[in-house]
């Protein structure tokens, strides 16, 4: 399992056996380095850092070793979370007030803003990788909503719920 650990102000990413056992700390540059997830083939991790100045996208291999930096599209990016074919990561943009969802590939490039709401945020994937739910909350009413969007584009989904919805997860099985 990934996970991040604070420790006199600064996170860090930490693994460990889901059994229990010491964690092991990965990262180790100062600033806030938090959202891990990992690769489908777990040979990687995926987290978000402000070791830059801003909240970014960086990946590295399992074991800590290989750490670069793959969002450049500008503003802030966090909440990344790999797709479960592999081949690309969501994550929120955070330009000025706005917070949007976006996707890029897996080596950080070919960058596409998929949502133009007031905050859309907390993005997870569909288990077939065609499509993205997120958490969306309309200016001034603190009420969030589910939405889903097709990573080809288009104008988001709404997902029924029963009443005000946060914090998605997809399962990963298909059906």
Request: charged share 15%; proline share 6%.
């Amino acid at each position: 399992m990934v996970f991040s650990i604070a420790v006199d102000g600064n996170s860090d990413v930490y693994v460990a056996d889901a059994n229990g056992g010491m964690p092991r700390r990965l990262t180790t540059t100062p600033g806030i380095d938090t959202s891990p997830s990992f690769s489908p083939d777990g040979r990687q991790i995926v987290f978000e850092s402000d070791r830059s100045g801003t909240q970014q996208v960086y990946v590295m291999n399992s074991d800590g070793s290989g750490q670069r930096r793959l969002s450049f599209g500008g503003g802030s990016n966090s909440s990344p979370v790999w797709s479960p074919d592999g081949e690309r990561i969501a994550f929120a943009r955070w330009t000025g007030a706005n917070i949007n969802i976006g996707i890029m590939n897996a080596s950080g490039g070919d960058e596409k803003i998929l949502t133009n709401g007031w905050q859309d945020e907390a993005p997870t994937w569909s288990p077939d990788s065609e499509w993205v739910m997120f958490q969306r909350t309309l200016q001034g009413s603190g009420i969030g909503s589910l939405q889903m969007v097709s990573t080809a584009g288009g104008e988001p989904k709404a997902v029924a719920t029963p009443q005000a919805a946060a914090d998605p997860s997809w399962s990963g099985v298909v059906q």
